[in-house]
């Protein structure tokens, strides 16, 4: 049965108000760092040197901060070894694939950086069947990936939410094999929810959930959301999340108009705070059709910072957190055509293969240069084999992929 569209009723909200390019923030441009004594004098000290940092148990925000602020080759180049070194002591060297449904571009919200915002009236609203859903999903499965993901804008009504309750229900038994007695792994991201909902979706089947946070810090939040969307409900929805008993990913856009590196820090943090499994986050990139991005037109070097920033974060998520999921996202690659590669070699153990038909891909646009357009499902999955390939990592079949953060003992499909 197809679900019928919504557009009627949905709030839209105004553009923010401008604000300037990404930064960051002056003492960390310089390599020394100037505390200050308790009687306001200042006095000048070496910064612990990145060997340093990385030869440490665990990691201080200092250290965060420093890190992330490296722009020299040879020192990115010792953070990305010792953030790959990570992956192999806590989890494998082993690369999950996760089947990407992009089964709906309707949307009730307006964030002010997002393609498919309710606002942006040039984007041609479609919907997939639940017939076309269950079928892209037993495609998956037949090709060993182990887990999809059903990734949609945001509805909260009814008849939404019995839709994607019912599609998970015939997933999970339709795709039950040999190779995977349980069915497919399968993870939603269909937004903000209430805690109801989320347990219906929990014992439908689903168990794993990504809902982005986008940034922690609230005055950052509020300039790329409408007033009708808050921080507070977004961290609400996270706890009913994890009540529910679901694995939880969330992630953030990196390299956002007023954003610091001790924003991103900060970010990093908060992943620990509220005992994240998977992280799913990438480089921001303009979108000319919203309030945020019409504006903006990176240069290329914003764009090479932009990409080692998000490759930095990747890396310091893996040697803060260590055992958990953490996507090479497509975002990084629409940035540089070895995006993901890098991705994989800075920390990264997930990827997300395109099954998402190819008739309606350029309809699901968050940001502009996604890649695999044009592909073949078939195509984009040997595309993604090779790059797992060059990069000396194997690729993990008919296994759900769980993070060893996760892990539960009697969840035989759960292999990191």
Request: proline share 6%; glycine share 6%; aromatic share 6%.
């Amino acid at each position: 049965m197809k679900l019928p569209t919504q557009r009627a009723g949905l709030l839209c909200g105004t553009p923010p108000k401008p604000v300037p390019p990404f930064r960051h923030s002056a003492k960390l441009r310089r390599k020394t760092i100037p505390p200050r004594s308790k009687n306001g004098a200042s006095w000048r000290r070496r910064v612990t040197s990145v060997p340093e940092i990385l030869a440490k148990r665990n990691l201080t925000r200092a250290d965060i901060i420093t890190l992330l602020a490296v722009r020299d080759i040879e020192d990115m180049e010792l953070i990305r070894k010792a953030a790959e070194q990570t992956l192999l002591k806590y989890c494998s060297d082993t690369v999950h694939w996760r089947g990407l449904i992009e089964f709906s571009n309707e949307c009730r919200m307006n964030c002010h950086y997002c393609g498919i915002r309710c606002g942006n009236k040039s984007v041609k609203r479609y919907t997939l069947s639940e017939e076309e859903i269950v079928e892209a999903a037993k495609w998956c499965a037949t090709q060993g990936y182990g887990s999809v993901v059903l990734q949609s804008g945001e509805r909260n009504d009814e008849e939404s939410i019995s839709f994607v309750e019912r599609t998970v229900r015939r997933i999970k038994v339709e795709t039950v094999s040999k190779a995977l007695p349980l069915g497919l792994g399968i993870t939603l991201c269909v937004g903000e929810q209430s805690p109801e909902t989320y347990r219906r979706f929990f014992e439908a089947g689903a168990h794993r959930y990504l809902l982005r946070i986008e940034t922690t810090n609230r005055k950052l939040f509020e300039s790329i959301h409408p007033p009708s969307q808050r921080l507070d409900t977004r961290l609400a929805c996270l706890r009913s999340l994890k009540e529910s008993g679901f694995q939880v990913g969330t992630g953030v856009m990196i390299g956002l108009p007023s954003q610091t590196i001790e924003m991103l820090a900060a970010d990093i943090l908060f992943f620990r705070e509220y005992d994240i499994d998977m992280i799913g986050m990438g480089p921001y990139i303009p979108h000319p059709d919203t309030p945020l991005g019409k504006n903006l037109k990176p240069t290329g070097t914003e764009t090479k910072n932009r990409l080692q920033l998000g490759l930095l974060m990747i890396a310091m998520t893996r040697l803060f957190l260590k055992n958990v999921n953490i996507a090479a996202t497509t975002a990084l690659q629409a940035l540089d055509p070895t995006g993901r590669e890098q991705g994989l070699l800075y920390g990264a153990n997930i990827l997300m293969p395109q099954l998402t038909p190819s008739e309606h891909r350029k309809d699901y646009l968050l940001y502009p240069n996604k890649p695999c357009l044009g592909e073949d499902r078939s195509d984009c999955a040997e595309c993604l084999a090779a790059r797992i390939r060059s990069v000396g990592r194997k690729l993990g079949l008919n296994e759900w992929g769980d993070s060893r953060h996760s892990r539960k003992p009697d969840n035989k499909q759960s292999n990191c």
